[in-house]
């Protein structure tokens, strides 16, 4: 007996050690490795607190999307994808929403996912000290009521496509450590993601963990993540080159013919891009408040096709809609303003701009911005109107352009997929607004900049059916565009860069997870 015991003792053993030895090797059923450590290069910043509720820097950014979750996410075609919610029902036309929880998923904590901590997390971002950057939630839930462990109800003040706000803005933290460890539970992050935090370098690096609990059956690949910050796009690009690190994501258009060239490198393009580069002029500001010279400018005066071929080496088209392509509901608006100079010259005259001169500001953290520019100075130049081009570091135009609306015209970039985005950027619930378009004119709010998109911006936060809410927000978005508040000029390519034999990486427009990489 003993001797048998024994031997049965040594093949467990040596079975082990072989798993162990051949663990790096080991694939999986479609041919993907297990094991390995993706080094990713980041933007830096100086936001190191894991907080998705409260904190927008970049590292919080890329270390969010692979440590926490949310009720859904959307897919490259638009439609929505269920994640920590199963399913869910509007009723009373979109002021009851109730969720279906998905079961058997954990916390990193070993705490579990539930309508308590649904309910919980809701809670903690509308509070005052959160200070999260998920703004109106306290404006618009009135209750949220706790049905089963696994079932939700919340109750809205007024009509809303509530959904929405979990596709990207609110994620889900363990309650368990935030209740456990007070102001220090920054130090242990714990979601429901396929990664973990194992820890942080004073320099910012921070290194994830793979998540062996992960509720997704046979993901993630990777044993570990390792983000590490870079000051400049530049100091990134050459770090990814000289093989320092593994990947670098959405990187800038100016190393895209760079890196096509370069062996060592391997370019993922996004199949479809959410995000819109748009011209966008305050209205409240001479000579934008001209309706004309707004359609002249922003719509007829642009050499679109020129923007496609020399910024962006062909991989874009042209287009006038400033909605996401990437989702259903984009109409083709390219007839509104074709290239026609000469239409342009003859509005501007009727307004009595021709032969002054206009300042386009651009944020100087997308190089693209200015080439555009440049092309739009050269076109108004050939009908006597001329462009002075203005760079302004990132963060200052953030600022000015969209929260201060110290800046009269410039070069927007949207990055949201479904239109009710647009609540976010028109009318006067509205948290960046450039344009200013649809604000109210007076303190009593009696008198609104523009009544009809006020109208229309109401009519389609209503909408909750198809085809209803198709058709609502076609509306609203010709609307913006036939008045030129927002004019689009393509869609911006987004490529990430990986050094070659790492393989896997799936698009989920702007949800960068890497849960399906895997080193060949």
């Not at 555009?372 to 009908?383: R, V, Y």
């Not at 201060?404 to 015209?409: A, G, K, Q, T």
Request: aromatic share 12%; proline share 5%.
């Amino acid at each position: 007996m003993d001797y048998r015991k024994s031997i049965t003792t040594g093949i467990l053993f040596i079975a082990l050690l072989c798993v162990t030895l051949l663990s790096p090797f080991i694939q999986s059923a479609h041919g993907q490795k297990y094991g390995g450590t993706l080094r990713v290069g980041i933007r830096g910043d100086t936001k190191s607190d894991l907080d998705p509720h409260a904190q927008r820097g970049e590292l919080v950014r890329w270390t969010s999307q692979q440590i926490y979750e949310s009720l859904a996410r959307e897919r490259n075609d638009g439609t929505i994808e269920s994640m920590l919610s199963e399913r869910w029902e509007q009723l009373n036309h979109g002021k009851i929403w109730i969720f279906s929880l998905r079961r058997g998923v954990n916390f990193h904590d070993g705490s579990d996912w539930d309508a308590e901590a649904f309910r919980w997390n809701l809670e903690r971002i509308m509070a005052p000290e959160t200070k999260s950057h998920v703004v109106g939630l306290d404006e618009l839930i009135a209750e949220i009521v706790v049905l089963d462990k696994y079932t939700c109800k919340v109750l809205l003040k007024k009509p809303d496509y509530f959904i929405l706000r979990f596709l990207q803005d609110i994620k889900f933290i363990s309650p368990t450590v935030v209740k456990k460890y007070g102001e220090a539970w920054f130090n242990y992050p714990a979601g429901t993601g396929p990664f973990m935090f194992d820890h942080r370098d004073l320099d910012g690096t921070t290194t994830l963990k793979r998540n062996p609990d992960y509720w997704k059956i046979g993901v993630p690949y990777l044993d570990a993540l390792i983000f590490k910050p870079y000051e400049t796009a530049e100091s990134r690009h050459q770090a990814l080159v000289a093989g320092e690190i593994d990947a670098e994501p959405l990187v800038d258009f100016a190393y895209y013919l760079p890196s096509t060239k370069d062996p060592s490198l391997s370019l993922s393009l996004a199949p479809i891009s959410p995000c819109s580069l748009n011209l966008a002029a305050n209205l409240t500001m001479a000579p934008w408040d001209d309706v004309r010279v707004r359609k002249a400018i922003l719509g007829y005066a642009l050499d679109r096709q020129r923007v496609c071929e020399r910024v962006f080496m062909g991989l874009a088209k042209p287009k006038i809609n400033p909605g996401s392509a990437a989702h259903p509901y984009c109409e083709d608006l390219q007839h509104l303003y074709p290239f026609d100079l000469q239409k342009a010259r003859e509005l501007l005259q009727e307004a009595g701009i021709i032969g002054e001169e206009i300042q386009l500001t651009v944020s100087d953290g997308f190089p693209a911005f200015a080439d555009i520019g440049e092309i739009l100075k050269s076109d108004l130049a050939e009908i006597g109107v001329r462009i002075t081009l203005k760079k302004a570091e990132r963060v200052r135009w953030i600022r000015s352009f969209y929260v201060d609306h110290e800046i009269p015209f410039s070069i927007a970039m949207n990055c949201f997929n479904d239109p009710a985005g647009w609540f976010r950027h028109l009318g006067p619930a509205s948290s960046l607004n450039p344009t200013q378009a649809g604000t109210w004119m007076d303190q009593g709010k009696t008198a609104n900049q523009d009544p009809e998109l006020f109208r229309l911006l109401q009519e389609a936060s209503k909408a909750m059916q198809e085809p209803q809410r198709e058709e609502a927000f076609q509306r609203l978005i010709r609307h913006i565009t036939e008045n030129a508040y927002y004019v689009g000029i393509v869609s911006l390519p987004l490529f990430h860069n990986f050094r070659q034999g790492i393989k896997g990486y799936e698009w989920r427009l702007l949800n960068v997870i890497f849960d399906t990489v895997y080193f060949e």
